[in-house]
């Protein structure tokens, strides 16, 4: 940090925003579904390719921010595609990812280093510009990565968390997770109710309930038959506790799924949609977490005239049937060119497959020429 001390000289601020880390409790973080989810999006947006172009949408080649997010990001240490996986969690799990931006002397980006969250402050200067702060450390505004999940109301610098939004049906789905697996070691029997045609000492019913939890309240004990005398009877409170616990498990697991945009079907849950619904639910999903972290890649690492963008064709294009199917009614109209097809599926390029050859009442133009050249009989 010494380095970027000498850089950036501390400003008197006017407005601060120390707005504290979106500290999301462990019981919720820990869900099986949410863990599922935040994995999913965040290893989906790592792996996809990181496509540089111009306004006209062609190509850049060579460009450090590609190399940047799929080769190394902060040397030999982490790899890009780490990185991205690392503040895509980091921005679902508490609101804002943050990496330090390090330029060359031609001010083109060589490296990305992630920063913790809760260690940045956002001031606004008299003067009406902002800049960061990291462990009293000053960063011009456009020297820090900064990636939100969903935005904070009254502060459009900011982000929150999906699950700080959400966080009350969570909570009662993280309680109900504790009650599933107290019950889970007695068969998820839940509670037991003993009457007693006569009265019991405190001392009595004390000895009972701990006999009871000894020899029934462990997964190895949850067959062993109950035995009372004395007139005594046994009822158990909840008849379909298991039924209903499950039921309640299926209901929050896809509330979860909705929360972050995924398919329920992608988390193991029924789902009456095909494959290809799916994918494009998830596509929309992906795109809609995205759309934002590539506007401030473009904004802060690509040059002048360029954009960055996630292609998310190699993971929602679907079974290899049903890709096939697609993409051979886009060559029929020249939508794309074989080797755009080859590219998707992740196949070489094949000299002479540049170009669209649209397919017109099965005669293709390259037919029609021909026989334009044939002589009449």
Known sequence: MAFWSRIFKRATPNISWETPLN????SIVGLPAVQRCINQIASDLARVPVHVHDREGNPVEGSTVEELLTGNAWGDALTGTD?????????????????IIE???????????????????????????????????????????????????GNPYWGTSPLSAASTSLAALAYLETVFYASAPTGLVGKVAFSHPGALQPAVRDAMRTA??????????????????EGMK???????MAKDVAAARAAGVKEVAALFGVPAAM????DARTQPEIAQLYSNALS?????????????????????????????????????????????????APNDVRKRMGFAPWPGLDEPKPVISGVTPQSDAQQEEQPDA
Do not use: C
């Open 288 to 336: 809609a977490w995205s759309a934002n972290w590539a506007a401030e890649l473009t904004s802060k690492l690509a040059a002048p005239g360029t954009a960055v963008s996630f292609d998310f064709s190699p993971i929602t294009q679907g079974d290899f049937r049903t890709a096939g199917r697609a993409y051979a009614q886009l060559l029929q109209v020249g939508a794309l």
């Open 212 to 229: 009871y939890m000894t020899q029934h309240g462990a997964a190895a004990n949850s067959a062993t038959p109950i035995f009372v005398g």
């Open 103 to 153: 330029i060359d002397a031609q001010g083109n980006p060589i490296s990305l280093q992630p920063i913790s969250t809760g260690d940045v402050q956002l001031h606004e200067e008299t003067t009406g510009q902002l800049r960061w702060e990291y462990k009293g450390v000053p960063f011009d505004y456009g020297m820090v990565l900064h990636w939100k999940a969903l935005p904070t109301a």
């Open 267 to 270: 988390l193991d849950m029924s």
């Open 23 to 26: 500290y999301v409790a462990s």
């Open 234 to 240: 046994v009822e158990q409170l909840a008849q379909s």
């Open 83 to 99: 990185l991205r996986r690392w503040m895509v969690a980091e921005a679902l799990t508490t609101g804002n990812a943050f990496a």
